[in-house]
């Protein structure tokens, strides 16, 4: 009998060891997801060193919220250089500036709404209705560009809506898209899948994604993903 309640109490510790392990397993993994940035593929990076001098666009869209909140209490938003930028806005600058591509932001003609919940709300309200939010903006020259880098925060585990028109009005083939975003844990969800259903005809890179927190500081893994696809 008492062999037994040995036997039964050493496998409930074995059990209690091998469930705290898994437990911190699990959240070094969750940890290292909303940092870990998508890589690109030894084929995609010798297409950018065979294509030569390619002359980029650096688009993006970014609502920064203006609730009074920052980019280090988890928000949409970084001051760089005295100026309230979206947090994909500030890493497409930096994308734009460390490659020479011009930028171009994707504006739609209805504003959404600066504070957190009502942003959150209206983007579920598009999601679940399919929307395609008008743009107020359009690319006038894209046949001038090989390489398009495409910035956009996660929202709701899928692009903004707006990315939707934006795939809808243009026709990509033969180009390279290079996607990267802004998140608050999901990385790019799907939207890598989604560009390339999209854009059939255009090379669609794995990309590059940034935990929300941590934008304000990701200027040097930035520069060094650009390096590692080749375009700095």
Partial sequence: MKKGIITAGILAIIACAVTAYCWAAGHENISKETTVTETASKQQIESVANAGNRKSLVVYFSVPETDGVDASSGASRVLFGGKVMGSTQYVAT???????GDL????????????????IDTAKVEIDNNARPRLATHIENLKDYDMVFVGFPNWWYDMPMPLYTFFDEYDFSGKIIVPFCTHGGSRFSDAI???????KGATVFDGYAIARDRVA????????WLEKIGMK
């Fill in 94 to 100: 930096i994308i734009s500036e460390a490659t020479g």
């Fill in 104 to 119: 171009f932001e994707i504006k739609t003609v209805h504003a959404y709404p600066g504070s957190h919940k009502a942003l």
């Fill in 193 to 199: 899948k989604t560009i390339r259903e999209l854009e």
């Fill in 217 to 224: 500081d990701s200027k040097a893994g930035v520069l060094k």
